[in-house]
């Protein structure tokens, strides 16, 4: 079965930041299609420079390493190297520049080979990958964050790890040694009619997730759904830099 993927993407400064820490792309070679979204951290120009590194070296790396028919194992493999090599390389820019130092970054992608017939999802920080059907949101990340865990150590719950004084402090992401040897990688088989977001956290702030799957389901044109959700986050209060990619599933014309 051959498949179709439309996609839109956004990244907005927002009200309250000189600078867009945000980095979006959508890589399109012939074996492969990537999609990702990093958001950095480290203040003056750190942080623009982490998630740009992260967007340029992981699509470099996947497409030199995946083949049309690896099994999807070695293909799991092959994603947690190209993440973990752009730690290493963020991670030693931050060594090498006195200004750097405290540069990192989150990331979350979604890719699939041109011909396959599934979706490979994984992240690494608190840019989330969700998956959206009509009257159904499933996120398909685990934020790395302080909040997060406490939630995974029973110590406090979901609802209130949402308004947790740690939910923005990161234990987890691109420039720091927690990485080790690579987040999980998940494989979701293509299903028409599926539409999937990316998103940094100035979305998913203040815009809750029941608000996100009805904004999702009734756009048609997903790069006009990929605007209006940033444009929703700034019109809700976010003071951050807002970044998604949206993309949805459909069967090839025969």
Not at 48 to 53: F, N, P, W, Y
Not at 81 to 105: F, Q
Not at 199 to 207: M, S
Not at 233 to 253: H, K
Request: aromatic share 6%.
């Amino acid at each position: 079965m051959g498949w179709t993927f439309h996609i839109g993407k956004c990244s907005l400064l927002g009200n309250y930041r000189e600078n867009n820490e945000d980095a979006v792309d959508v890589k399109v070679f012939p074996e492969l299609t990537i999609c990702i979204v990093a958001d950095g951290m480290g203040g003056q120009a750190a942080g623009e420079i982490a998630s740009r590194k992260a967007v340029e070296i992981i699509p470099r790396e996947l497409r030199k390493s995946i083949t049309p028919q690896m099994p999807l194992e070695a293909v799991k493999q092959a994603t947690r190297r190209a993440i973990v090599l752009a730690n290493e390389e963020i991670m030693a820019l931050g060594a090498s520049e006195r200004d750097m130092r405290n540069m990192g970054t989150t990331v979350v992608l979604a890719f699939w080979r041109n011909r396959g017939q599934e979706l490979f999802i994984t992240g690494v920080g608190d840019s989330r990958a969700y998956l959206i059907r009509p009257g159904f949101i499933q996120q398909l990340t685990v934020d790395h964050s302080l909040a997060q865990a406490l939630v995974e150590a029973r110590t406090i719950s979901a609802a209130e790890a949402k308004e947790h004084r740690f939910r923005n402090v990161l234990w987890k992401y691109l420039g720091s040694k927690e990485v080790g040897e690579g987040p999980e990688v998940q494989v979701l088989p293509l299903q028409a009619g599926d539409r999937y977001l990316l998103c940094t956290d100035g979305l998913t702030g203040v815009v809750s997730d029941e608000q996100l799957a009805r904004e999702v389901n009734v756009c048609d044109d997903m790069q006009q759904c990929a605007e209006h959700l940033c444009q929703l986050a700034l019109d809700q209060g976010s003071r951050d830099n807002v970044s998604c990619v949206v993309i949805e599933v459909a069967q090839e014309d025969t």
